[in-house]
C-alpha cells in the first residue's frame, strides 16, 4: 500500500499564503500523477491541480495565478503554493495519487487523509 501524507495546512488571512506538501511511502515503483483536491463543508471534493511525471499540470480556473504546483520526482512530493488567498479557499485539502505498484504491474489510486486551511476575512 502506499501511503500519502500531506501537511502545511494552518489559517491565515485572506490575502496571506501557505504551502502544502505530499509525500508519498509505501512500497511502489513509481508515482505517475500526484495532485490536490479539496472539499468545503456542504460541497463535493472539487480538483484544485495535478502534476504529471512528464511535467504537465493542471489548475481549475479559480485558483490560476494564486497557486502553483510543483513536483520533486526524485522524493515523490508534490507541493501547492497558494498565495493571496480568499476565504472561499476554506476547505480540506487532500493528496491524491495514481501510483504504479510494481515494473509489471497495475495502478492504484491513493488518498491522503487532507490537511485542513482556513481563510479567514
Known amino acids: 500500500q502506499v501511503q500519502l501524507v500531506e501537511s502545511g495546512g494552518g489559517s491565515v488571512q485572506a490575502g496571506g499564503s501557505l504551502r502544502l506538501s505530499c509525500a508519498a511511502s509505501?512500497?511502489?515503483?513509481?508515482?505517475?500523477?500526484m495532485g490536490w483536491y479539496r472539499q468545503a463543508p456542504g460541497k463535493s471534493r472539487e480538483l484544485v491541480a495535478g502534476?504529471?511525471?512528464?511535467?504537465?499540470?493542471n489548475y481549475v480556473d479559480f485558483v490560476k495565478d494564486r497557486f502553483t504546483i510543483s513536483r520533486d520526482n526524485v522524493r515523490d512530493v508534490v507541493y501547492l503554493q497558494m498565495n493571496n488567498l480568499k476565504p472561499e479557499d476554506t476547505a480540506i485539502y487532500s493528496c491524491?495519487?495514481?501510483?504504479?505498484?510494481?515494473?509489471?504491474?497495475?495502478?492504484?489510486?491513493?488518498w491522503g487523509q487532507g490537511t485542513q486551511v482556513t481563510v479567514s476575512s
Open positions: 491524491n495519487a495514481d501510483v504504479k505498484i510494481h515494473l509489471n504491474g497495475g495502478y492504484a489510486n491513493t
Open positions: 509505501g512500497s511502489f515503483f513509481s508515482v505517475n500523477y
Open positions: 502534476s504529471f511525471k512528464d511535467g504537465r499540470t
